[in-house]
């Protein structure tokens, strides 16, 4: 249900976001796999990772479709100025491109959980998330929010002949504006509800609470804001960056304050990260509690350093 340039970066990203917020169940279900035979450890057998594939199938590559057909040139961010400038190929790598995105994105993120790099599988989600804003903010010629609120090609045709607020006005008097409200009351909906609801799945593992250092609302509104807002505010800054001082200085700039606040260990965002209770490390239930326990196996989990 976006622009098709950003729709791949955000499919990415939602795969991503999806398996940190099941990253304990991944554990979980790893462990009870470990030493089982090949059907049962099949990527297929996964329940998260084929319910992520059934979300971008069901609902982001059908309302897609339909807003491409409705409007292909909002949805091609005005590349292309009605059906016959949308090569049919084209339509078809969008239909497939997505799901496979999600799932590419789950799989890295999985990846980086099962080793113990929790914290790597949440940068998956900030980079997906800042190349899908990024697209709508700046885009590729600086006009990505110009494409964005021009509903349709007259509109981004005559976009410096009227005020921003008129054209933001009249893009959210528009039929594109409403089909983008009633999908995403049922895309982002569903998103949300399934990121917060394997959350709270995952602090009610055996021992996993402990992790948590703040209240569950808190928890979440933190995760909120480390998945959406972070990227959000870096693609902004980016533009600006780029817009103030040209695309070979703005952007190494920009490279050097992130990889500054997300990398450094005394990070504000790696102790915000902490604080939700997502894992951080390896982590593993007590799924078979009894008398025998080594020295590294006391209370109700296992916990291993990456």
Known sequence: ????????????????????SAGRQLQVWERINAGEGPRTRSRAANPYLALTALFAAVLMVPTG?????????????????????????????YA???????????????GFVLVGAGYWAYLQCVGGYFLLFGTLVHGWDGRGYERFFSAEARDFAGWRQDSVVNHVLDFLTSGTFLALLIFGAAVIGTMLLTEIGWLMEGWS?????????VHRFLAIAIAAAGVYGLPFAGALVASVLVRLLGGWIGLPLFAVIAGFTLLSRRSPVRWLYGLV??????WRADLDPGPERTGHE???TADRSA
Do not use: S
């Open 1 to 20: 249900m976006i622009q098709i340039q950003a729709a791949l970066f955000w499919a990415y990203a939602i795969g991503a976001t999806f398996a940190l």
């Open 65 to 93: 479709l339909f807003l491409l057909w409705q409007n292909p040139a909002w949805t091609t961010m005005h590349v292309a100025h009605g059906h016959d400038g949308v090569w049919a190929g084209f339509v078809l790598f």
């Open 96 to 110: 497939g491109g997505i799901p496979v995105a999600a799932i590419i994105g789950f799989l890295v993120a999985q």
């Open 205 to 213: 593992l055996p021992g996993a609470d402990e992790d948590r250092k």
């Open 277 to 282: 209770g997502v894992p951080h490390r390896h």
């Open 298 to 300: 006391t209370g109700v």
